[in-house]
């Protein structure tokens, strides 16, 4: 089976082990709770079981726990929800994603350093490339 997408829940849950590290369904649950998430600890530990049947994580007992952590890499699985994104929502185009951004919610001046920055890196690694 291919590396599935998380769905939006599973992408919180992965956000917390990968923040944590390591968690008991527990402590996702608790950290869940404190973000404001109205769910059921049993439901918390359905997610994570689909979700090892998708591969998104993994797990190790511990005890009469199970302590998960994340299978997919952080960074990889932003890139791939934004490049399905780009494709599925805005037919490839980059510029169209980014001014639907900027509509949805204005950057800060912060931001538009930021963003000015990483065009520069960009820029430089494509000149280096050629």
């Not at 956000?15 to 109205?38: D, I, K, N, P």
């Not at 918390?44 to 511990?62: C, G, H, I, N, S």
């Not at 169209?96 to 960009?122: G, I, T, Y």
């Amino acid at each position: 089976m291919s590396e599935q997408l998380p769905t939006d829940r599973e992408l919180q849950i992965l956000g917390v082990l990968w923040a944590r590290g390591e968690c008991t369904v527990r402590e996702v649950y608790e950290e869940l709770r404190g973000q404001g998430e109205a769910l059921a600890q049993n439901t918390v530990q359905a997610f994570l079981r689909l979700m090892t049947e998708k591969k998104l994580v993994t797990y190790r007992q511990q005890g009469r726990a199970f302590v998960y952590q994340a299978a997919v890499a952080e960074k990889r699985t932003r890139g791939r929800l934004v490049s399905s994104l780009v494709q599925r929502a805005f037919d490839g185009a980059v510029d169209a994603l980014v001014q639907s951004a900027f509509d949805a919610k204005p950057p800060s001046e912060a931001e538009l350093q930021r963003l000015e920055e990483l065009l520069k890196q960009h820029r430089a690694g494509k000149k280096k490339s050629r």
